[in-house]
């Protein structure tokens, strides 16, 4: 079956890091792929998705470029802040015609030094 | 703020015992959707409704239950709560747009402790 796994955590960077979570996904067709954070004590926040291969989301200065060769989903940042800090869940979409579900990555702790 | 709440915000109970999880998804989603969230299962899809009828099951336990009301909220039914029960409930819910590319927004979720 579809499936996501991401890079295991915890993550230690110091600020103004430059940040990289790795996704890599197994699929049959082409999912759309997301990426949520989840702050302490809080729920899922949607921070960016793809619907399609090349397609590249973007959002609060973090990228990632959905690539369909790689089957892979990277989460970027150029410039990390302590309010990065969070969990990171890679996930996708597995659907069919009647309905579905995300598929979740066992999420990325990132924790950012000032 | 996602727009989904959800209700109680800690639920504390003993096994055995029966419980009921509530949310209200935002305005104008039709779709709502339930998972478990715990330490050594991660992110577990449970199930999705859509105007009230069940569309996709995930790895639901028999004990555990669902349905979507006229109004559009849902509720999550757990009944003879085990310790391995424990855990924290998200349900999202998500607007009628391409299937599959539709953005899920989750609640604040709901933390079960079964003691």
């Known amino acids: 079956g579809n499936s996501v796994t991401q890079m295991e955590g915890p993550v230690t960077l110091s600020e103004e890091a430059f940040l990289t979570i790795n996704c890599t996904y197994t699929?049959?067709?082409?999912?759309?792929l997301f990426w949520y954070v989840q702050y302490p004590g809080e729920g899922l926040q949607l921070l960016l998705k793809?619907?399609?291969?090349?397609d590249k989301g973007s959002n609060k200065g973090f990228e990632a470029t959905y690539r369909k060769e790689t089957t892979s989903f990277h989460l970027e940042k150029g410039s990390v802040q302590v309010s990065d800090s969070a969990v990171y869940f890679c996930?996708?979409?597995?659907?069919?015609?009647?309905?579905?579900?995300?598929?979740f990555g066992q999420g990325t702790e990132l924790s950012v030094k000032p | 703020d996602s727009g989904v709440t959800q209700t109680p915000k800690h639920l504390i109970t003993a096994t055995g015992q029966r419980v009921t999880l509530r949310c209200s998804p935002r305005?104008?989603?039709?779709?709502v959707y339930w998972y478990q969230q715990s330490l050594d299962q991660g992110l577990q899809f449970l199930i999705q409704?859509?105007?009230?009828?069940?569309?996709a099951k995930g790895n639901i336990l028999e004990r555990f239950s669902a349905q979507q009301f006229p109004d559009l909220h849902s509720e999550l039914n757990l009944s003879s709560l085990e310790l391995g029960d424990s855990a924290l409930y998200f349900c999202?819910?998500?607007?009628?747009?391409?299937?599959?590319?539709?953005?899920?927004?989750f609640g604040p979720g709901t933390r079960l402790l079964v003691l």
């Open positions: 999202a819910s998500s607007d009628p747009g391409l299937a599959g590319e539709e953005t899920q927004y």
């Open positions: 699929a049959t067709g082409y999912p759309s």
């Open positions: 793809a619907t399609k291969a090349d």
């Open positions: 996930a996708l979409s597995d659907w069919n015609n009647q309905g579905g579900k995300l598929i």
């Open positions: 305005s104008g989603d039709l779709s």
């Open positions: 409704y859509y105007n009230g009828e069940e569309r």
